[in-house]
């Protein structure tokens, strides 16, 4: 699909809700995703912050509510039709296999082919090695060894691999959920600047995460999200790192436990 | 918390992972102190970051020589080879006789190994290989004889059957999610009963033989699997002197046994199948996480339902050869030959749960066992042992790969 550049907005929730029998997962919840910029999802466990990625991935449908790509109205009906839409989800699972290289991991069911006496079509490894690597190398991640396989990676790297090759295939959105949940503080600072180039590169990208010091450095804007509800979404030249910190659920909590621990706040 | 990453600040410039081959590629480390490190100074070689390049890759070369699946079955086979040269070397065990006898029982073996090694990629088994065995070269024998079939036709209906049931293997696998030991167990109890009451009901006894002569006569079957090949340059040869002879002068091995040409085919497609195409990719996604090429558009089940069906093509090929070669079919053709086929797999550095293994590394895995098998015959040792060697083997490569693995998955 072509990009449209009247719509301000490239992803649009209005409005959105879904059920799941009796349970509410979520509730007249609005986030506008604008063109290039990096906008955190906020919540604990159970704000809703899964299924809101799976509406967006198009694994579910909304309820109620529109889902709008470019400004236009949509009805995704699988993960496949968000990918033609350029909207690439990254799971936490990442979807790499450790055992195989790096290579063969980013080309994985997309494997690039050149066909020999006319006849035989074979696995273009050459450039597989070659795209792979350069592609890394653009979001500034050195290779050692496009043969050397993604098991003996870090898990900032893993995770910025996952990202590069959602980046290659096409993607215009980028979906992270919780990338830096399982990282250590040097590693999370790499996948942060690894969103930090999507964003240069003109990408938009959703970030999920429940760790503010993660999502404030790098994100444009913040949406929070608390027990099915937005309790809003603000830019960061409207916000501090700490109101942020409060309004999240989380925030709450741990005053009162510092509270009940008599630590003073 | 580290303070907010500067945009223009290069992520690479910050120490990533810890690791010291990862600090040590970094170009600035290279031109300086680490210098001296490097083995070979590219000659005349441009700015550091080629020189890294050069640097890095002189030293994964021995890494990745050792991390090849395949490395420990060459190494092994050499080995053995170089114990028989030394323990039998003058047996007549590497004369020409004697090496067309343990490339037989190779090739025979090779055939389903390398059905079981793509299959066990994939991270699937199928102990239903060596009842296949029996089963299809049943199949094949009993129409001809008592029907009056064309032998082809007969072959041809066994290869039909063989996939039939091959799908039928994999599909259950797939769409159950039970695991493929206990699916294709069943099988194998199932096939072995079906080939033994099968032969009761129609010839009355468990091994029915004359289809040899029949299957001689077929021009179609002669050619693909009856006998040898190159059989001019093994007279021309023994002509000259060069292989031993007869007493009339034609040579004591009349040909290439034909098993060992498809052995070869078949190895050497199944391997270039494996590393060279996309379908290779797949198998070894399928086999390293099924969830995860599942999620990029991997066909999983595709990938190990037409496995389960090449395992069961290469099990008809062994029968087809076997039959043509012995002249019967007998119901307990084929026994263990599963195992045997697992164990040439693993010997070859597959390993058993799937994601890493190689189609060379099962060729050499079952040229070990026909090596060592023969070649126990040649010396004074008793036969016997051939089977606690066997296991040792096994335990040893099952070890080893195992470190494979620890180092591939977990070095950081």
């Known amino acids: 699909m072509a990009p449209n550049p009247n719509s301000e907005f490239i992803l649009e929730l209005e409005k959105v809700s879904k059920y799941f029998g009796s349970v509410i997962a979520l509730r007249d919840v609005t986030v506008r995703l604008r063109r290039g910029e990096v906008h955190c999802l906020l919540g604990d466990n159970g704000a809703g912050k899964s299924t809101l990625i799976k509406i967006l991935a198009g694994c579910h449908r909304p309820t109620e509510g529109t889902f709008k790509v470019d400004g236009e109205p949509v009805a995704l009906n699988s993960p496949c039709d968000a990918l033609d839409r350029g909207i690439a989800t990254v799971y936490q699972d990442l979807a790499l296999v450790p055992l195989m290289s790096v290579a063969r991991n980013f080309f994985m069911g997309r494997e690039p082919t050149r066909r020999v006496g006319g006849v035989f079509r074979l696995f273009d490894r050459a450039r597989a090695s070659e795209i792979a690597c350069d592609k890394l190398a653009d979001m500034g991640i050195k290779v050692r060894d496009p043969q050397q396989a993604v098991g003996t990676m870090s898990g900032g790297e893993r995770q910025c691999l996952a990202i590069a090759r959602a980046i290659h295939f096409g993607a215009r959105v980028l979906i992270l959920d919780e990338p830096t949940a399982a990282l250590g503080v040097r590693q999370s600072a790499n996948v942060l600047r690894i969103i ?36 809003g979404t603000f830019r960061k030249t409207e916000i501090a790192r700490d109101q942020v910190l409060d309004m999240m659920a989380g925030g709450l909590e741990m005053q009162k436990l510092m509270a009940e621990f008599g630590v003073r706040v | 918390m580290e303070s907010q990453p500067d945009p223009r600040l290069p992520g690479s410039s910050t120490p990533g992972p810890q690791t010291a081959a990862a600090e040590s590629q970094r170009p600035e480390t290279n031109g300086g102190p680490a210098g001296p490190k490097v083995v070979e100074p590219p000659p005349g070689a441009p700015p550091p970051q080629p020189a890294a390049d050069e640097r890095v890759r002189s ?229 390293g996480d099924a969830n995860a090429a599942k999620n990029v558009g991997v066909p999983v089940r595709r990938v190990k339902v037409s496995l389960f069906m090449f395992t069961a093509l290469c099990a008809w090929l062994f029968a087809m050869l076997q039959v043509c070669d012995v002249g019967s079919a007998a119901a307990d053709r084929g026994l263990q030959k599963e195992f045997e086929a697992i164990i040439a797999a693993v010997i070859g550095g597959t390993l058993l749960t799937g994601g890493y293994g190689s189609v060379v590394g099962a060729t050499f895995g079952a040229l070990i066992f026909g090596v060592v098998q023969i070649g126990i015959t040649y010396t004074n040792v008793n036969s016997d042992w051939f089977r606690v060697f066997l296991g040792g083997m096994l335990l040893v490569a099952v070890l080893f790969n195992n470190q494979v693995r620890k180092r591939v998955t977990e070095a950081r």
Request: hydrophobic residues 55%; proline residues 3%; charged residues 10%.
């Open chain 2, 59 to 287: 030293l994964s070369t021995f890494h990745r020589v050792m991390g090849r699946p395949e490395s420990a079955s060459i190494a092994g086979a050499i080995l053995v080879f170089v114990v028989f040269a030394l323990t039998a070397g003058d047996s007549g065990m590497f004369a020409l006789d004697g090496v067309i006898n343990w490339s037989v029982v190779s090739a025979y073996l090779g055939i389903v190994a390398t059905g079981a090694c793509l299959l066990m990629i994939a991270g699937e088994f199928d102990l239903s290989l060596g009842s296949m065995i029996g089963f299809t070269g049943m199949m094949a024998a009993i129409p001809p004889l008592f029907f009056g079939w064309p032998v082809w036709l007969s072959m041809l209906l066994a290869l039909a059957c063989a996939l039939f049931i091959g799908w039928v293997n994999g599909t259950l696998v797939v769409k159950t999610g039970l695991p493929s030991f206990i699916v294709t167990l069943g099988f194998l109890f199932i096939l072995r009963g079906l080939t033994l009451a099968l032969s009761i009901i129609f010839a009355n006894r468990t091994i029915v033989s004359g289809i040899g002569d029949l299957a001689a006569q077929d021009p179609v079957v002669r050619f693909l699997f009856s006998g040898t090949f190159a059989n001019e340059l093994f007279t021309w040869a023994g002509k000259h002197g060069w292989i031993a002879t007869l007493d009339d002068g034609r040579p004591l091995v009349r040909g290439m046994p034909k098993v060992i040409l498809w052995w070869a085919f078949i190895a050497i497609a199944a391997s270039y199948r494996l590393t060279h195409t996309r379908f290779g990719n797949w198998i070894f996604a399928v086999g």
């Open chain 1, 196 to 231: 930090n180039r999507a964003r240069e590169k003109g990408i938009s990208v959703i970030f999920i995460t429940h760790n503010v010091h993660h999502a404030y450095p790098v994100g444009d804007s913040f949406t929070l999200l608390n027990r099915g509800r937005s309790m």
